[in-house]
């Protein structure tokens, strides 16, 4: 079932709804963490590893493993952009996703990200464990 995207009067937020890898060890404790932070319940949290309607949300397994994704009021951020979005989100880390973004340091994290993404879908996904070829 696809979410409402109009604004949630009660907290005027759209919903955020963030795509993560659930089987992935690392991926999962840094997700665990935000979904305990005040705000997490404002936001909609997808694991990749166990749902099988990413196509509802325009959204193929294989990309969906590649890179971190987040869909905002129907706009789709990705890498580090993506883990902005969240922080924006949570009060605990909304300092920190207004100094990157003013400072324009999200594509220098990104670059950082893109490098670990590579490497985990790598180490994850040999020998086409997660139905595609890494």
Known sequence: MKPDYW???KTGFTPL???YDGACPLCRREIDHYMRRQGAEHITWIDIAENETLDSYGLDRQSAMEVFHVLDNRTWYLGASAFSRIWIRLPAYKW???ILINLRLVPVLDSVYRKFAG???R???DNESCGFTS
Do not use: D, G, K, S
């Open 17 to 19: 709804i963030v795509f």
């Open 119 to 121: 490497w985990r879908i």
């Open 123 to 125: 180490r994850r996904c």
């Open 96 to 98: 920190l996703a207004t």
């Open 7 to 9: 604004m949630n009067t």
